[in-house]
């Protein structure tokens, strides 16, 4: 089993920035490939950002591929610290349509472009809520 936390959400102004955290546990880190999706209200889940499993092994390693969906791309940036067991989501410019909650996914092995599917996670954190006022 893997438990995932979020943390880092709030309320910003719009153009503002906030950086989301997801600590994880219950396997090796490194094996995880990681995955931000956020949901608004009265809209279906919506994947915004993946970054590939570690295949180096445990080292911190800014190696892993990562994936944005087109709306994030440019204002978003994922990275994992394998050494602190965590993913961010480093959220700049932020736009009133990036309110919504917040979660993080993990998923044992699987890698490619495949991660821009919420299907394929396994494992879910509780979501943190993101509001951006205009």
């Known amino acids: 089993q893997v438990q995932l936390v979020e943390s880092g959400g709030g309320l910003v102004q719009a153009g503002g920035s906030l950086r989301l955290s997801c600590a994880a546990s219950g396997r090796t880190f490194s094996r995880l490939s990681m995955g931000w999706f956020r949901q608004a209200p009265g809209k279906e889940r919506e994947f915004v950002a993946a970054?590939?499993?570690?295949?180096?092994?445990?080292?911190?390693?800014?190696?892993?591929?990562?994936y944005y969906a087109d709306s994030v791309k440019g204002r978003f940036t994922i990275s994992r610290d394998n050494a602190k067991n965590t993913v961010y989501l480093q959220m700049n410019s932020l736009k009133p349509d990036d309110t919504a909650v917040y979660y993080c996914?993990?998923?044992?092995?699987?890698?490619?472009?495949?991660?821009?599917?919420?299907?394929?996670?396994?494992?879910w954190g509780q979501g943190t809520q993101v509001t951006v006022s205009s």
């Open positions: 970054v590939e499993r570690d295949v180096a092994g445990p080292i911190s390693w800014s190696g892993s591929s990562t």
């Open positions: 996914a993990a998923v044992d092995f699987l890698s490619g472009v495949r991660l821009m599917s919420s299907a394929i996670y396994g494992y």
